[in-house]
T-cell receptor, first 112, second 114 residues
Framework: AQSVTQLGSHVSVSEGALVLLRCNYSSSVPPYLFWYVQYPNQGLQLLLKYTSAATLVKGINGFEAEFKKSETSFHLTKPSAHMSDAAEYFC??????????FGEGTQLTVNP | DSGVTQTPKHLITATGQRVTLRCSPR?????VYWYQQSLDQGLQFLIQ???????AKGNILERFSAQQFPDLHSELNLSSLELGDSALYFCASSVYGAVRGEQFFGPGTRLTVL
């Protein structure tokens, strides 16, 4: 079964520092992978998606992710954190049919 | 704003009761998905409908049921509620088969069972 694992339930960075949120996937077939963000008391918003077109995927708000088959990873990065990036981030994989299977989530804190 | 609407925003009820959560998908989207987000289970897929037909089932309890109506809105019915059913319930919609997998989420309904 396809699944994703997010390493680190909490990540804390300083404003202006690099953001790195880790996601590893398990899949026997080429996966469709996604990163979603959830701001407090809001729904999930799609940041970016990998659908095998390009290994480096650029998303909204300056985020990007790189698909690395050799490492079965799809880590999310942003060069410079803003206070407004504080939120919970979910990695997800498209599984049987068109359901999304989510990771456990990573809470990002940005310190001034 | 994703274009997906959910009502009500908050729902507080007692154990043993029955509630209905409503979702209106984005204009043109034929697929509707329901997800449950709880502290102990995380985000879990419950069920998917496509153009009125059930397409996929996930970890949905027998006490829960859903349907999608001809106007494409969907309702999730939760009955014989237990404390453990307290969670955030999300609806998502997508254009099935196009930009595969991209689902747009509503703001959720927070259910509290007392």
């Amino acid at each position: 079964a396809q699944s994703v694992t997010q390493l680190g339930s909490h990540v804390s960075v300083s404003e202006g520092a690099l953001v790195l949120l880790r996601c590893n996937y398990s899949s026997s077939v080429p996966p469709y992978l996604f990163w979603y963000v959830q701001y407090p008391n809001q729904g999930l918003q799609l940041l970016l998606k990998y659908t095998s077109a390009a290994t480096l995927v650029k998303g909204i708000n300056g985020f990007e992710a790189e698909f690395k088959k050799s490492e079965t990873s799809f880590h999310l990065t942003k060069p410079s954190a803003h206070m407004s990036d504080a939120a919970e981030y979910f990695c997800a994989v498209l599984t049987s049919g068109s359901r999304l299977t989510f990771g456990e989530g990573t809470q990002l804190t940005v310190n001034p | 704003d994703s274009g997906v609407t959910q009502t009500p925003k908050h729902l507080i009820t007692a154990t043993g009761q029955r509630v209905t959560l409503r979702c209106s998908p984005r204009s043109g989207d034929l697929s509707v998905y329901w997800y449950q987000q709880s502290l102990d289970q995380g985000l879990q897929f419950l069920i998917q409908y496509y153009n009125g037909e059930e397409r996929a089932k996930g970890n949905i309890l027998e006490r829960f049921s859903a349907q999608q109506f001809p106007d494409l809105h969907s309702e999730l019915n939760l009955s014989s509620l237990e404390l453990g059913d307290s969670a955030l319930y999300f609806c998502a919609s997508s254009v099935y088969g196009a930009v595969r997998g991209e689902q747009f989420f509503g703001p959720g309904t927070r259910l509290t069972v007392l």
